[in-house]
């Protein structure tokens, strides 16, 4: 008997969910279009008055599995700076194998006038699509949308792929009412899931369930003797599934405050990895089952592990590099230093070349797979113990190491094992020196692909962020402020520095900017030492004149001596904050100013010295003022020694700003003496 699969009939109606009942499309009430606010977060500028989710496997007509994903969400906007929630992205993805399809959509925004509710719908030829390398984007603009306004949205996606099976995210930027998600699995397929956030479910409901599944074989003709005319079929195939409701009420907005790795890690969330499919009287198929297999799947695949076993296009280029360097480290070195300024980076991270190598050597550009894995390949060829590390990105939220998995990682970098000692390097950043990691790809732990089992790395770095700035100025007494500032950027600091400078199309546009960003400065010449050196700091001098930070009040003058280094407000506001600080990176800064007082002038009021310091001396800021002769001497220090600070530790770190934020705003006030 012919064992394959079907299209599955399901008959989908209103379901009831605690207290909750979806509403009809378009069945809005006049209570939320006259709601003014949210009175549980009256600072909302939107509120999501329901979003629903619901997941369910068929068969096509091919007898091929597919998963079937509804959506259906209601949004109230409150402000004008919520609009951009009328702005509706839809990704599909495809590929050689299978696609994903939208189909019945429906989009309507909802006003009220004259006590009366107005319907507008979204028109089909407002619907836009834009073409990606291994995907589409479905675009369209709510129309009619004001302060007041609901708009309202419903789709269906079919998918082919298995393997990508929809998560959901129970908590979002604004406030929500409702969010819940429903998802049916047969008994065929095994699927990890992975829990994220702080929120408990109000609705956390699991049942074992049946679902039938029709196989239909159409009639057959078949030739010679014993031949003839088959009658179609129908077969009838019953499977038990897992049936599960999630859902969340009164959703608190998450709000994101400065150095956050990635919020998708903190999110209340769901996410799928396929385990493994069984289909009746068949072998089960094992995807992900143990961080070994995961290592063999990756050696074996013909666009990751085999690419690294073809290396003659490279030979003479890699043995042109390594003529005359006699230690592995100088090889090392060179190569990377090669593929850097070679190969350029197309800003996509991926974990697949699906072009091969080659093909991006000879066209000097590549994605993040194609240029680390092109790296470890023309080290491996010059002797090197080298290999490639699956890792997630900081962008794309951690890949945690208690199941296993290839989906969560999304790029390559390599690591370079000499004399003992680890190397981690990813040539898609020019500016990165051998050793030092670009700061996105600091993220946890990556998973190196070797030719035993494979292993844990840890993502992080000791190199620091170190910035040295000094302003040498001389006050006038009609509050103008001319001199110098030099700067000296090392680290993470010349990193940063050295990818501005490239942003910028030249020196000219650099300084433009700069003096559109810093109220009151004006920039007569500039020049910048060791751009283009990686190993060195990367220093910069500016003659400058400084307006708009200088208050006269009768024969007083007061200014703030940090000036742009003035840190003004607290960036952590939060009651609580349930996810960590995460700095990324040592850091520290040192600021010297230098003023030179106009004659006729005394000091008459400095702000006092002072060092503060959390406890365990993992920030330390100090700050002293010093009046000697003529001049105003300012020494300010920030030192960061910890990146990662926990949420039992935001409320000594919030403080800490405080009072730094309280002492940045404190004066030096000049008294005319003649």
Known sequence: MKVQFITLLLSVTLLTYGQFTEPKFGKIEVSDLTMSKYDKDSSADALILFDNGYSRFVLNNDRKFQFIYDRHCRIKIFKKSAFH?????????????????????????????????????????????????????KKFAFPEVKEGSIIE????????????????????????????????IPEYFIYRQNSKGYLPFDVNKNKTGNATYTIHYDSEISSGLGGGRTSAENY??????????????????FRSEPNID??????????????????????????????????????????????????????????????????????????????????????????????????????????SSEINLLLTLMLKTAGLNANPVMFSTRENGNAYSFYPTISKFNSILTRIEIDGNAYLVDATDKYCPFGVLPADDINGKGRLVNNFTGDWVNLDTNEKYKEEKLYSLEISPDGKLTGSISGIYGGYAGVIYRNSLNAEKNSDDLVRKMQENLKGLTVSNYSIADRCNNYSPVSDSLSVEITDQIEIIGDKILFNPLLFERIERNRYTLEERKYPVNYNYPITETYTFTYTIPAGYEVESLPQSIILK?????????????????????????????????????????????????????????????
Not at 619 to 644: A, E, F, G, P, W
Request: charged fraction near 25%.
């Open 85 to 137: 929630l009328a702005d509706i992205s839809i990704k599909l993805y495809k590929n050689n194998s299978g696609k994903e399809v939208l189909y019945n959509l429906n989009a309507a925004t909802f006003n009220i006038a004259d006590g009366k509710t107005v319907k507008t719908k979204l028109k089909s030829d407002k619907i836009y699509e834009e073409e990606g390398g291994n995907y589409i984007v």
């Open 262 to 367: 990635c919020e998708d890690n903190y999110i209340q969330s769901i996410e799928f990895e396929l385990s493994s499919i069984q289909y009746p009287h068949e072998m089960r198929k094992d995807y992900t089952q143990s961080w070994e297999s995961v290592n063999k799947t990756m050696n074996t695949d013909e666009y990751f592990g085999l690419l690294l076993k073809s290396d003659a296009f490279i030979d003479d280029t890699v043995a042109y590099l390594c003529k005359g360097k006699s230690s592995e480290i100088e090889k090392a070195v060179t190569i990377y230093n090669y593929v850097q300024k070679r190969m350029k980076w197309n800003g996509h991270n991926r974990i697949w070349s699906l072009r091969g190598l080659k093909k991006p050597f000879n066209e000097c550009v590549g994605n």
């Open 153 to 184: 949205f419903s789709y269906t996606i079919t998918s082919d792929f298995l393997y990508n099976f929809r998560g959901w995210n129970f908590q979002y930027n604004y406030p929500a009412l409702w969010s819940q998600y429903e998802y049916r």
């Open 614 to 674: 959390l406890p365990d001396n993992s920030i330390s800021i100090s700050y002293y003022l010093q009046k000697t002769d003529d001049q105003i001497k300012v020494l300010y220090k920030r030192n960061i020694n910890k990146i990662l600070f926990l949420p039992e530790e935001y409320k000594n770190l919030k403080d800490l700003y405080d009072q730094m934020v309280k002492k940045h705003a404190e004066q030096v006030i000049l008294k005319k003496t003649i």
């Open 236 to 253: 009838d195939i019953k499977a038990t599934t897992s049936e599960t409701i999630l859902a969340v009420k009164d959703v608190p907005a």
